[in-house]
């Protein structure tokens, strides 16, 4: 990416201050709007900000390496669009370096991407305050557009009733399964977790070895306790988190994930660790997980052959009336609110979340979008690979449950230093859940979020 550098003191001081009345606009809403459009700086009110002086000039896009197909498909398909495409990290595993870069442009006042990517669900809950993403329910992208996301797509990007990013794609847990391997053993696709369970220590008996899930990831609560409504990140507002790790619902989960941890039907190790893709890998037999399950992991680093790996709803507690299940990643997409290429900014911007070329026809995993995942859940049953339709994704694509949120904090990242270190030891998911809690609250207040429990 070119940029460039003023050619005096006067000119950054300049800079900064531009910069600095930008930042100030997008903290105070309606009250600064009329005063941002300002001839002094040139700013314009217009869509619910105040937008800079817009001229020609390359689009910056920001991607990550999965997403560099997309921003070249869509250069392909607009030659006249000039396009200076940066690979970064995505914001992967919670690096913020998003964040730490937009400190930094902010304080320089150049340097801020037209539209960029991220591997988070949780750019909004910074971003917003930093000045950073532009409104995008005020102008610039359709309401009708908007009503065609999977209902509650959007709700990570949205703060006080305002669209601030679209999400890319879903990551909806489900229970993937090898169908062939089940109907070999003479099982049957449970859709209780007390089915789950006890099909877990029936395997346990009678094919020691196999496996029906895995709780050695960061992710792991956002599989199993995010989906059996467990009260741990309950985001309030946007810095007001409630978390409650040893209520009912948190405590008998952990309980059937210590049973079958125990009589290790449940793996503790990592699926992307070269432990598991060594020796476990060939004996899922079940296995609770995200969306992009099917193709990234068993496709993709098992090499699961075709015609084995089926999908079915995650189980749910017996007697459950409202159906719910957990979360694993995704990504959003925001536009920058000091570009000066707006139209072609929010052209890109809504191309790459909602048309078919891409998210239909090349995604690789679940779009957000829902028309463009009808064609793309008709394209993965077209391929071969899989031994049913994958039906089961689109029903769990509405049934995400709300009550664990995207906060600045990673939950990932407490519960790799807090619970894994301890589940390597011996010690049961149960017992850890105080530890857990106690993490939770310390790091949430560390990012400035007001913690009730």
């Known amino acids: ?116 990517f991220s591997s988070q669900n949780n750019e909004a809950s910074w971003a917003v305050d930093a000045g950073f993403a532009a409104p995008l329910n005020k102008g610039l992208i359709p309401s009708a557009t908007l009503a065609d996301f999977a209902d509650g797509a959007n709700d990570v990007c949205t703060v006080n009733g305002t669209v601030y990013c679209l999400r890319n794609d879903l990551s909806q847990a489900v229970l993937w399964y090898n169908a062939p391997l089940l109907k070999k053993f003479g099982y049957t696709v449970p859709t209780t977790w007390e089915e789950y369970q006890q099909l877990g220590e029936k395997v346990a008996k009678e094919h020691p070895g196999y496996l029906v899930g895995d709780a050695g990831d960061a992710f792991t609560p956002e599989i199993y306790l995010w989906a059996g409504k467990c009260a741990a990140n309950h985001i309030t507002g946007p810095k007001s988190v409630s978390v409650n790790t040893t209520s009912e619902a948190c405590t008998k989960m952990a309980k059937l994930m210590d049973v079958l941890i125990k009589n290790k039907s449940m793996s503790i190790s990592g699926v992307f660790s070269t432990d598991f893709g060594k020796n476990e890998a060939d004996k899922v037999l079940l296995m609770p997980g995200p969306a992009w399950y099917g193709g990234a992991l068993f496709e993709g680093t098992f090499k699961t052959p075709a015609k084995q790996i089926a999908a079915a709803p995650i189980p749910q507690w017996k007697g459950e009336t409202s159906p719910s299940t957990g979360n694993v990643g995704g990504g959003t997409w925001l536009l920058s609110q000091h570009s000066a290429h707006i139209k072609a900014a929010t052209d890109f911007l809504k191309w790459v979340t909602t048309d078919n070329a891409y998210q239909g026809e090349k995604a690789p995993g679940f779009p957000a979008y829902a028309p463009a995942a009808e064609v793309w859940l008709k394209g993965q049953d077209a391929s071969g690979y899989f031994a049913s339709d994958l039906s089961a994704l689109k029903a769990a694509s509405s049934q995400v449950w709300s009550g664990w949120g995207s906060g600045q904090f990673s939950q990932e990242a407490i519960w790799a230093a807090t619970v894994k270190p301890g589940l390597t030891q011996g010690k049961t998911v149960v017992s850890m859940l105080p530890a857990w809690q106690d993490s939770i609250v310390k790091y949430a207040k560390s990012n400035g979020y007001k913690v009730s429990q």
């Open 1 to 116: 990416m070119t940029v460039n550098k003023p050619s005096s003191g006067q000119e950054r001081a300049s800079s900064k201050r531009r910069a600095a009345l930008l930042v100030g606009c997008a903290a105070t809403a309606a009250l600064t709007l009329a005063a941002c459009g300002d001839g002094a700086t040139g700013t314009t009110a217009k869509d619910g900000f105040a937008q800079v002086p817009q001229k020609d000039g390359a689009l910056t896009v920001w991607v990550d390496a999965t997403r560099v197909a997309a921003a070249k498909l869509y250069q392909k398909q607009h030659p006249d669009v000039k396009m200076d495409i940066v690979t970064y990290d995505g914001d992967a595993n919670g690096s913020n370096y998003l964040q730490t870069k937009v400190q930094l442009f902010n304080r320089t006042g150049r340097g801020w991407p037209d539209v960029v």
